[in-house]
C-alpha cells in the first residue's frame, strides 16, 4: 500500500505540469490504473491513495472528452460522484471539477488550460499505448449516467455560502444542461415529482444579480483610473 501511495504521489505532482498531463492522459495504462485504485475497497489504509487518484484524474481531465475517457473510468467517477455525495464529504468538488471538464467542448478546454494543446497535436507518431485524439472538433456535452437524485444534490449546493462548492456546482449543472437530452430528462422528473425548485431558481437570479453588481464595481473602478 505505501508503495502505491508513494506512486499515486509521484504521478499526481507530475501531472501539475501540463505536459506531464498531457502525455499521461495520452498512456492508455494511465486510465485502467486509476480505475483500479478508485476501485479498490473503502478502507482508511487506502485513503491517501484514492485522494491522490481523485486529484490526479482532475489534473489529466483537462485533456479527456467524453470520446477519448475510457468508459470504465468515467463510470468509476459518476460512482465515487454519488458516495461522497452520500457521505457529505467535500472530497465530492474534485470530481465535479474533473466531470465538468471532461464533458466540456474542446473549444472550451481550449480557452482554459487547453491553450498550448496545439503543440503536442503536432508531435510525431504515437505509440501503441497512448489514446487517440478527439476525432471531432464540435462535441457537445455528453455527461450521462448521473442519476436525477444526484442533480438534486448539486443544486443543493448552490444553496451554500461556500464559493468553492457553488462554483464547482455551478459549472457542473452549466456542462450538464448544455446537452438538449439532460434537460429533458430532468424537466420530466421535475414534472413529476412534488419538490419544490423554486428555491433554486430564486438563488439563481440572486447570484445573476450579485454577477451584475461586481460587474458594475470593475466598470465604474476602470473608469475612474
Known amino acids: 500500500v505505501e508503495r502505491g501511495i508513494l506512486v499515486a504521489l509521484i504521478l499526481r505532482n507530475l501531472s501539475l505540469l501540463d505536459e506531464n498531463a498531457h502525455y499521461l492522459c495520452r498512456l492508455k495504462p ?5 480505475t483500479i485504485w478508485l476501485r479498490l475497497p473503502k478502507h482508511d489504509s487506502l485513503i491517501e491513495l484514492q485522494n491522490y487518484a ?14 477519448t475517457i475510457s468508459e ?7 460512482n465515487w460522484l454519488v458516495e461522497l455525495f452520500e457521505q457529505g464529504d467535500r472530497a465530492a468538488v474534485t470530481v465535479l471539477r ?34 487517440d485524439e478527439p476525432k471531432s472538433e464540435a462535441e457537445e456535452s455528453k455527461l450521462h449516467s448521473i ?25 457542473f449543472l452549466y456542462r450538464y444542461f448544455s ?3 439532460n434537460t429533458a430528462a430532468f424537466l420530466q422528473a421535475c414534472a413529476e415529482s412534488t ?10 437570479f440572486q447570484l445573476i444579480k ?8 470593475i466598470i465604474s473602478a476602470k473608469q475612474a483610473i
Do not use: C
Open 30 to 34: 494511465t486510465a485502467d490504473l486509476l
Open 54 to 67: 481523485l486529484e490526479l484524474a482532475e489534473q489529466l481531465s483537462f485533456w479527456w472528452s467524453m470520446d
Open 72 to 78: 470504465p473510468l468515467y463510470q468509476t467517477l459518476v
Open 98 to 131: 474533473t466531470l465538468t471538464h471532461i464533458g466540456s467542448a474542446p473549444e472550451v478546454r481550449s480557452r482554459t488550460r487547453f491553450a498550448r494543446d496545439e503543440q503536442f497535436r503536432k508531435e510525431g507518431d504515437k505509440s501503441k499505448d497512448e489514446v
Open 147 to 171: 442519476s436525477i437524485d444526484t442533480i438534486r444534490r448539486i443544486l443543493d449546493w448552490t444553496l451554500l455560502e461556500d464559493d468553492k462548492i457553488l462554483a464547482a456546482s455551478i459549472d
Open 179 to 181: 446537452s438538449p437530452a
Open 195 to 204: 419538490i419544490n425548485h423554486e428555491p433554486y431558481f430564486l438563488r439563481f
Open 210 to 217: 450579485r454577477e451584475q453588481r461586481k460587474t458594475r464595481v
